[in-house]
T-cell receptor
């Protein structure tokens, strides 16, 4: 396993269309995070999963956004009725979490979304 | 709400010079991370600082953490062009949730470092 992978790497879509991104974490990692990064800014937390359970969602995650992690493996992030403001880099990260054990999040290459 | 501020936002420096990037955060946290990002690329982990007084060094970069001052520094020694990138600090935005600690990362705005020959 070489790391976190994301597909597609780039997505161009028209406003109003739905898009879905996929993230495959490092295999032994039980936590998976989604972040969004706009140009010139640091990544912002969107949501995270521990195994298959989605445990927290940011207020940035509007009703048009939905994320799943069936069976605690890969995750998908879907955006419905895309808007130009959704244009950003969507980053996925994974980590192994157990109690207070120090951990590190490993990031995937990201999916760059452009909404025209 | 936890906030993370970095300064400077942009740093142009000559090869061979030394400089420091500062990262201040607004609430108690004892876990801080430094990442590097090249244009159009994802984030590469540089340092994980887990306690007050922690200092880590890798090549020309050295990071330190002062949890009492809520301050981390990234020191660059004898800069070379290959260090040109955007550097982010991120604080562990620990929140207790019914599923356990969230440990979401709260990032600073980044410091764009340009090393000139």
């Amino acid at each position: 396993d070489t790391g976190v992978s994301q597909n597609p790497r780039h997505k161009i879509t028209k406003r109003g269309q739905n898009v879905t991104f996929r993230c495959d974490p490092i295999s032994e990692h039980n936590r998976l995070y989604w972040y969004r990064q706009t140009l010139g800014q640091g990544p912002e937390f969107l949501t995270y999963f521990q195994n298959e359970a989605q445990l927290e969602k940011s207020r940035l995650l509007s009703d048009r956004f939905s994320a799943e992690r069936p069976k605690g493996s890969f995750s998908t992030l879907e955006i419905q009725r895309t808007e130009q403001g959704d244009s950003a880099m969507y980053l996925c990260a994974s980590s192994f979490w157990a109690s207070t054990v120090p951990y590190e999040q490993y990031f995937g290459p990201g999916t760059r979304l452009t909404v025209t | 709400e936890l906030k993370v501020e970095q300064n400077p936002l942009f740093l142009s420096m000559q090869e061979g010079k030394n400089y420091t990037i500062y990262c201040n955060y607004s609430t108690t946290s004892d876990r801080l991370y430094w990442y590097r990002q090249d244009p159009g690329k994802s984030l590469e982990s540089l340092f994980v600082l887990l306690s007050n007084g922690a200092v880590k060094q890798e090549g020309r970069l050295m990071a330190s953490l002062d949890t009492k001052a809520r301050l981390s520094t990234l020191h660059i020694t004898a800069a070379v062009h290959d260090l040109s990138a955007t550097y982010f600090c991120a604080v562990d935005g620990y929140t207790q949730n019914y599923g356990g600690a969230t440990n979401k990362l709260i990032f600073g705005t980044g410091t764009l470092l340009a090393v000139q020959p």
